[in-house]
């Protein structure tokens, strides 16, 4: 079994930072993607960022140029540095990593922009 557990979340005003992290546990040695989604209250869940195993990027457009995922492979670990964040950032991030005909879920930090 595989654990992803995320840490970093918590309130911050508009135009602050915040840096996500997620730990993987458990059985799997590597994953070919790992990635950071987030639910708003009301809307769906979205993808936010993503990153291959060889350190390919993808961005949500409402988030480039403001937020960097990386990742530690020996580690099994990835990153969200946010930046300049929004109140339309608010929501509940999860951690997701997939590795071949699998997908693993962290039960989701909160992160809340407010002044």
């Known amino acids: 079994q595989v654990q992803l557990v995320e840490s970093g979340g918590g309130l911050v005003q508009p135009g602050g930072s915040l840096r996500l992290s997620c730990a993987a546990s458990g059985s799997a040695s590597s994953f070919n993607v790992m990635a950071w989604h987030r639910q708003a209250p009301g809307k769906q869940r979205e993808l936010v960022a993503s990153?291959?195993?060889?350190?390919?990027?993808n961005y949500a457009d409402s988030v480039k140029g403001r937020f960097t995922i990386s990742r530690d492979n020996a580690m099994k670990s990835v990153y969200l540095q946010m930046n300049s964040l929004k109140p339309e950032d608010t929501a509940v991030y999860y951690c997701h990593a997939y590795v071949v005909g699998r997908h693993y879920w962290g039960q989701g930090t909160q992160v809340t922009v407010s002044s």
């Open positions: 990153i291959t195993s060889g350190g390919r990027t």
